[in-house]
C-alpha cells in the first residue's frame, strides 16, 4: 500500500526536517482535492484532479491510492465517468493514509515501518 522505501528515499534527500514539511504541505493539498470528490466536483475537472492527486501520491509513496488514481483518471480522460469507482479510490486514500501515518510514527521512532 506505501512504498516505504521512496519515503525513506525521500526523506534521505531532503532532510528530516524538511521531509516533515512536504508531508504537512502534501496532507493538506490533498485533503482538499479529497473533500472536493467527496462533494462530486464537475466532470470537466475530474482529470485534471485525478491527475495531480496521482502525482503527489506517487510523490510521497501512496502506491495503491495513485493506481487508484491512475485507473479513474484513464476512464475519466476516455469519457468513461461511470467506470470510476470514486467510492473505492476515496476508501484506498483513507487507509493509505491511515497506514502512512502510523507508519510514519514508527519510523520517527526508529522501528521498521
Known sequence: MIDW?????????????DFCDVVVLFLEEVEEEI??????????QLEARLHMLK???????FRTFSEFCQRAET???????????????????????TAFLSGLERLKSGAEA
Open 5 to 17: 522505501a521512496r519515503i525513506t528515499e525521500l526523506r534521505d534527500e531532503i532532510g528530516a526536517d
Open 75 to 97: 476512464a475519466a480522460a476516455n469519457g468513461q465517468h461511470a467506470q470510476i469507482d470514486m467510492p473505492a479510490t476515496l476508501a484506498s486514500f483513507d487507509a493509505s493514509k
Open 55 to 61: 502525482g503527489s501520491a506517487l510523490n510521497l509513496g
Open 35 to 44: 473533500c472536493q470528490l467527496r462533494d462530486g466536483c464537475e466532470t470537466a
